[in-house]
């Protein structure tokens, strides 16, 4: 395979020749897809196509899945092209394999369930057939190609449901965000709500159904690739943190590059991820492998989400103080 001529910065991870060789050698593959164990696949990267493997794996292993399915658009995935289709087209498919995936959730498990403008009327319809839906996340992606005749396409959806609506995880204390105190208010001469640092005043607040501080992975950035719709390693950790206690299993039915498995690892999680492209499943596998020495999320440390940018100024302003 022919290799892309990058610029020195450039930090987007890729394979050479001999690391497809290399990492194709750890990918799980299921032939028979018969009695399919939890322990066969935990922590494993199955390079399968969804739909020859899904009757056969194990049930309620799952304490958080995340989905992020092909969009109802003309898309090229790595050779593989998902075409666009009429709503009741693109239902049909989502019931063909998503009450299946369902079944794959613990009893008290959640899932999150991601789309775009087009098709997330048929996202949600298709998680009120099959689960309770608690809420909708709104990620606002920035990125997005300009058009004459129509608004920016800047905004994503991603659908939250739980099988059992008094029954289930989620850990708001571990996705709070440190944001920058504008207006700091006092009570008795103390700080209100709020903590003053060398670094400035900050608050730890309630993370909102809208998240305006996650940009789409870019070259510069290294956890980047040349995955055409991979999701930000911090917006995949507010899903695992929120949804999945430590050392519970993650599971993701279209890995793409391995963003899901990824974060999972970092966070101490079990993870499950199916990918029916062999050299996604290998840059996941190199992924998962930079994981093992350096399990760093952007915009994510000290345990908090900070505020876009914030973390990179206090370092910054460390350095010069220095």
């Not at 060789?21 to 593959?29: G, L, N, V």
């Not at 739980?162 to 207006?183: L, M, T």
Request: charged fraction near 30%; charge should be positive.
């Amino acid at each position: 395979m022919a290799e892309k001529e990058r610029a020195k910065r450039n930090k987007t991870i890729y394979l050479t020749e001999n690391e497809h060789i290399y990492f194709s050698k750890k990918i799980y593959r299921s032939e028979k897809c018969n009695n399919i164990r939890i322990e066969d696949i935990l922590n494993k990267t199955i390079n399968n196509d969804l739909f020859d493997i899904i009757d056969y794996l194990p049930k309620q292993f799952a304490d958080l899945i995340v989905i992020d399915p092909p969009y109802n658009l003309t898309k090229n995935f790595n050779g593989f092209t998902f075409k666009s289709s009429s709503k009741n087209e693109y239902l049909d498919y989502l019931r063909s394999w998503f009450p299946k995936i369902v079944s794959f959730l613990k009893p008290n498990g959640s899932l999150y369930l991601c789309g775009d403008w087009k098709s997330t009327s048929a996202l949600q319809q298709i998680m009120e057939e099959n689960l309770n839906v608690i809420n909708r996340i709104t990620w606002q992606r920035e990125k997005g190609r300009g058009a004459l005749n129509n608004w920016k396409n800047a905004m994503e959806d991603i659908w939250f449901g739980v099988k059992n609506i008094k029954d289930y995880y989620f850990n708001v204390e571990s996705v709070k965000q440190k944001r920058k105190v504008i207006a700091p208010y006092k009570e008795n001469g103390k700080p209100k709500d709020w903590e003053a640092t060398a670094e400035g005043n900050f608050r730890l607040t309630y993370p909102s159904n809208f998240w305006d501080d996650i940009s789409i992975p870019y070259w510069s950035m290294p956890e980047n690739t040349d995955h055409p719709t991979q999701k930000p390693e911090k917006l995949i950790a507010k899903l695992i943190l929120s949804g999945c206690p430590e050392n519970g299993t993650v599971f993701d039915p279209f890995l793409g590059s391995g963003t899901t498995s990824v974060v999972a690892k970092k966070l101490n999680r079990q993870y499950v991820g199916i990918e029916m492209n062999e050299e996604y499943c290998c840059l996941a596998e190199k992924r998962l492998e930079l994981a093992d020495n350096n399990r760093n999320i952007q915009g994510y440390s000290d345990g908090v989400f900070w505020e876009r940018n914030t973390a990179l100024q206090i370092a910054e302003s460390k350095k010069r103080n220095w």
